[in-house]
């Protein structure tokens, strides 16, 4: 199985409803159903987790949904080597030329491919 990488903000964390011990937190979060999955925005908003259950799903969705994305207009600390490199690539095109990339990979979205490629073409999209 696939770790999340460390650099995320991301805290996983399980507790039994069904015990004395948790039934507190749990009526606070109004947990009823078991089992339930909860995440919260950077901003701190409470969601339900509605997708499929199993490792491999809570990780695409964490990499898909949580992930701190690079930002080409800070060129923070969290874009890698190839993000760098591509947003250098980039940088000195027409916008007509941008344009068409986006709309060209934009297409791809949907597209049979592993998680990495998807991640990758995700990446692409956000810093054009």
């Known amino acids: 199985a696939k ?4 650099s995320l903000n991301v805290f996983i964390a399980d507790f039994n409803c069904g015990t004395d011990k948790n039934k507190e937190l749990c009526d606070e979060m109004g947990i009823t ?3 339930t999955v909860k995440w919260y925005d950077a901003k ?3 969601n339900d987790y509605t ?3 199993g490792y491999d799903y809570l ?3 964490v990499m898909q949904r949580l992930l701190i994305r690079c930002d080409p207009r800070k060129f923070s600390g969290v874009c890698s080597e190839k993000e760098r490199k591509y947003i250098e690539k980039w940088n000195q095109r027409t916008y007509n030329k941008i344009y068409n990339e ?3 990979l934009d297409k791809m979205k949907n597209h049979e491919m592993t998680l990495d490629l998807k991640m990758w073409l995700l990446d692409r999209i ?3």
């Open 44 to 46: 701190g908003v409470e």
């Open 33 to 35: 159903n078991y089992p």
């Open 126 to 128: 956000n810093i054009l």
């Open 3 to 6: 770790s999340i990488p460390y």
């Open 51 to 53: 997708g499929a259950r």
């Open 59 to 61: 990780y695409e969705f």
């Open 102 to 104: 986006v709309r060209r």
